[in-house]
Antibody, heavy 114, light 107 residues
Framework: EVQLQESGPGLVKPSQSLSLTCSVT????????WGWIRKFPGNKMEWIGH???????SYNPSLKSRISITRDTSKNQFFLQLNSVTTEDTATYYC????????WGQGASVTVSS | DIQMTQAPSSLPASLGDRVTITCRAS??????LRWFQQKPGKSPRLMIY???NLAAGVPSRFSGSRSGSDYSLTISSLESEDMADYYC?????????FGAGTKLELK
């Protein structure tokens, strides 16, 4: 059974970078697509981007200048970096097996505040 | 970007009711439409994919349908465990976009 787990700091200062890790077990990230999604206070959901089985990436144009999704296949992990954060980036961040959208992490709550 | 207009935003209903949630796509998305259920403190759960296909483990009281650019999620007989937020998502083209969500609650 595939399982995903997000990890990373829960508090980030404005203008700094947000970095999250998604650890995947039970399935290789060299298969399928792997995505990051966030849910804002107020419940709006936004696709951030994804990385493919080959390592190619696709990003939401609204965030493209600030984000990077990378991976470490040896650890079966993929990563999100979001630069120059503001309070508007406060959200719960989810990783998911994006190709099927059938497996999600439990979510990582991130607050941007000084 | 493709806009997904979801309605209603809130849906009070009674146990046993038949309920329907709808998303309208601003452009053609074919059947690239998924429905998710999310309960408080939990991650989203895939309910329907390809507009009409039931995901694994989803009760048969859930169904998805399409009429042109309108997509619907129907619960034939509401049970207490169905109280949750529901979201549609179009995966036809990037950026993939969600509907605003529907809060299904007991009347």
């Amino acid at each position: 059974e595939v399982q995903l787990q997000e990890s990373g700091p829960g508090l980030v200062k404005p203008s700094q970078s947000l970095s999250l890790t998604c650890s995947v077990t039970g399935y290789s990230i060299t298969s399928n697509y792997w995505g990051w999604i966030r849910k804002f206070p107020g419940n709006k959901m936004e696709w951030i981007g994804h990385i493919s089985y080959s390592g190619s990436t696709s990003y939401n144009p609204s965030l493209k200048s600030r984000i990077s999704i990378t991976r470490d296949t040896s650890k079966n992990q993929f990563f999100l970096q979001l630069n120059s954060v503001t309070t508007e980036d406060t959200a719960t961040y989810y990783c998911a097996r994006w190709g099927l959208m059938d497996a999600w992490g439990q979510g990582a709550s991130v607050t941007v505040s000084s | 970007d493709i806009q997904m207009t979801q309605a209603p935003s809130s849906l009070p209903a009674s146990l046993g009711d038949r309920v329907t949630i709808t998303c309208r796509a601003s452009q053609d998305i074919g059947n690239y439409l998924r429905w998710f259920q999310q309960k408080p403190g939990k991650s989203p759960r895939l309910m329907i994919y390809g507009a009409t296909n039931l995901a694994a483990g989803v009760p048969s009281r859930f169904s998805g349908s399409r009429s042109g650019s309108d997509y619907s999620l129907t619960i034939s007989s509401l049970e207490s465990e169905d109280m949750a937020d529901y979201y549609c998502l179009q995966s036809k083209e990037s950026p993939y976009t969600f509907g605003a969500g529907t809060k299904l609650e007991l009347k």
